[in-house]
């Protein structure tokens, strides 16, 4: 017999690892480059991560971006592969 609930709990952690993935993403920008980003500023979509920010803070993690897309792939098996 079919059981809803069973096949309702795969959805319940769905979007988890995306806020997972911004808090340590916040942590490692907030390590190397020196800067605070709030998890709002931040989008995943289809591997990249977009930060929403000044010009001045964008460059300073573009700078850093080998660094910290390194740190992101070591704690997840990371999809994110750019970050604009």
Known sequence: MFNIAQYLDKFKNFG???????KTLVIIIEKV????????????KGG???????????NSIYIKKETILKELKE????RVGEIR
């Open 48 to 58: 990249e991560i977009i930060i929403k920010a000044s010009p001045a803070i964008k």
């Open 33 to 44: 480059v020196g800067v605070e980003i709030d998890t709002k500023n931040i989008i995943l």
């Open 16 to 22: 988890k690892k995306d806020q997972e993935i911004k």
């Open 75 to 78: 704690k997840f098996d990371s």
